[in-house]
Nanobody
Framework: QVQLIESGGGAVQPGDSLRLSCAVS????????MAWFRQAPGKEREFVAV????????YYADSVKGRATISRDNAKNTVSLQMDSLKPEDTAVYYC?????????WGQGTQVTVSS
């Protein structure tokens, strides 16, 4: 059973930084593409970033490009999302995600609140 557990969320002020982490268990991690999504109140869940397994290439949503950095540590089975210059519109629950044979797996989410 694949498990994804996020951590690192919190309440910060505009302009601050946060580093979110996702620990993965139950599956060989090194050959998984890993992604981050987020869901703001009253809105649909949206893609934030993904990192490929084969070459660790990152891809970002336009809304976070230049402010977010996704990375992975295959030795620790973790994927991280560094968010800088946070804005109030970044407020959301952030979810870690992977897909295995067409099935999507999600963590429980971690809340990020950006407010002055």
């Amino acid at each position: 059973q694949v498990q994804l557990i996020e951590s690192g969320g919190g309440a910060v002020q505009p302009g601050d930084s946060l580093r979110l982490s996702c620990a993965v268990s139950g599956r060989t991690f090194s050959n998984l593409a890993m992604a981050w999504f987020r869901q703001a109140p009253g809105k649909e869940r949206e893609f934030v970033a993904v990192i490929r397994w084969i070459d660790a290439s990152p891809y970002y949503a336009d809304s976070v490009k230049g402010r977010a950095t996704i990375s992975r540590d295959n030795a620790k089975n973790t994927v991280s999302l560094q968010m800088d210059s946070l804005k109030p519109e970044d407020t959301a629950v952030y979810y870690c995600n992977t897909r295995i044979f067409g099935r999507s797996y999600w963590g429980q989410g971690t809340q990020v609140t950006v407010s002055s």
